[in-house]
C-alpha cells in the first residue's frame, strides 16, 4: 500500500493486484457488477418519456458536485477494511473510519465524496447496494435507505469537533416537493446542489431499472451559442424545467422536435411564468440555438406567428435532433 492523504486524512491506496482481485471479486460474485457500477442514467431525449411514463414510481434527492465512490466494508487477512473504490479510476483507497464490526462481514455503499462548506469532507451514501453479504439492490428504495440510515445513526462513531470527515444520507422526496427543494431547500444546505437524482422506489427483481440524473442547466457547460432564432410550439411537461419543441412537417402537421433546453433560472422563470397565465399547455416561443447542446433556448413568448418547418430548422443544424 501506498500512503497518500485523503480528504484530509492519511489514508493508503491499494497497489496490490490480489488486493484489488479479491474486493472485485466479492462484488462481482454476490451482485454481477463491477467496480465502476452505475445505478443510474442521465436523463436526455431518449428516455425522458420513459420517466415521465412511470414518474410516479420515483423520489428524488439531491446530486452533489462530488466524485462518485463506493463504499466496500470488508475483512482482508482479519482486519476490517474501509475501502473506497473510485468508480471512475477504479482505484481503491482504504480510510481509518469507525463502523459496526458486522457490516465488515461484505458492505457495499454507493456514494459521493465532496468538500462542504464548512471545509469538512462528506461522503453522501446514496444507496446500499450489499448489505451483510446479503444482495441489496433489488430490494424497494425505503428499505435501503431505511438501512443506510440506521447504519449512520447506530453503527458509524462520529466526532464533529475532531473529525474533518463524516458519512451522511440526503432525504428522498416525493415530486411535488421540487419547487420547494429547488427555490428554497437546496440554498441552505451546507453543501452546493448539481441536480437530482430520481430514484425509483419499487422492487425489480431483474436489476434492470435504472435511476435518473438530471443536472440542473445552470450547472451545465455553457459555450457560446450561435444567435439563430427560430419559432416553436412549445409544450410543458410533468417534470421540472423540462419543455417539448414542436414545429411543422412539409404537410403543415405538428410534430415533436426535441426537448428545449433551459440553461439559467432567467430562462426557467420566463418559462413558467408563461405558462401560469393560463390553463394553456402550449405556447409559441421566439427559440435561439445552444451550438453547446445542439438544443434550442426559449427566449420570448410571442403571438400569432407561424412556428417553424423542420426541414428548415434542420438544415441550420445540419444533424436530426428528434
Not at 473506497?84 to 483507497?93: E, P, T, Y
Not at 451559442?225 to 424545467?241: A, M, S, W
Amino acid at each position: 500500500m501506498k500512503s497518500i492523504k485523503f480528504a484530509q486524512k492519511r489514508a493508503y491506496l491499494i497497489t496490490s493486484n490480489k488486493t484489488k482481485e479479491i474486493i472485485r471479486s466479492r462484488i462481482n460474485n454476490i451482485l454481477g457488477i463491477d467496480l465502476n457500477y452505475k445505478s443510474y442514467k442521465l436523463l436526455n431525449d431518449s428516455n425522458l418519456n420513459d420517466l415521465q411514463d412511470t414518474i410516479n414510481n420515483f423520489f428524488f434527492s439531491p446530486v452533489t458536485f462530488g466524485q462518485k465512490f463506493m463504499l466496500f466494508l470488508t475483512k482482508i487477512n482479519g482486519k476490517n477494511m474501509n475501502a473506497f473504490i473510485n468508480k471512475k479510476k477504479k482505484d481503491i483507497i482504504v480510510l481509518n473510519i469507525k463502523l459496526g464490526d458486522d457490516l465488515y462481514k461484505n458492505t457495499l455503499i454507493d456514494g459521493e465524496l465532496f468538500k462542504n462548506q464548512n471545509g469538512g469532507w462528506v461522503f453522501q451514501a446514496t444507496d446500499v447496494f450489499l448489505y451483510k453479504n446479503k444482495n441489496f439492490l433489488c430490494k424497494e428504495l425505503t428499505q435501503r435507505y431505511n438501512i443506510l440510515n440506521y447504519i449512520v445513526k447506530h453503527d458509524y462513531k462520529y466526532n464533529e469537533k475532531k473529525d474533518s470527515f463524516c458519512l451522511h444520507v440526503p432525504v428522498i422526496m416525493k415530486l411535488k416537493y421540487f419547487k420547494d427543494f429547488y427555490d428554497n431547500i437546496r440554498n441552505n444546505l451546507n453543501y452546493k446542489v448539481s441536480g437530482i437524482v430520481f430514484k425509483y422506489i419499487k422492487d425489480t427483481k431483474t436489476n434492470k431499472k435504472k435511476d435518473y440524473v438530471y443536472i440542473f442547466p445552470e450547472n451545465r457547460k455553457n459555450n457560446k451559442n450561435r444567435k439563430e432564432k427560430y419559432i416553436f410550439l412549445v409544450k410543458e411537461t410533468q417534470l421540472p424545467d423540462v419543455y417539448e419543441l414542436y414545429c411543422l412537417n412539409k404537410n403543415k402537421n405538428v410534430i415533436k422536435f426535441g426537448i428545449a433546453s433551459v440553461p439559467s433560472i432567467e430562462i426557467s422563470q420566463i418559462l413558467g411564468n408563461a405558462f401560469k397565465t393560463n390553463k394553456n399547455k402550449e405556447k409559441i416561443f421566439e427559440c435561439e440555438f445552444a451550438n453547446n447542446f445542439k438544443k434550442f433556448i426559449p427566449k420570448k413568448q410571442i403571438y400569432n406567428q407561424k412556428i417553424s418547418f423542420y426541414n428548415d430548422v434542420n438544415k441550420f443544424i445540419r444533424h436530426d435532433l428528434l
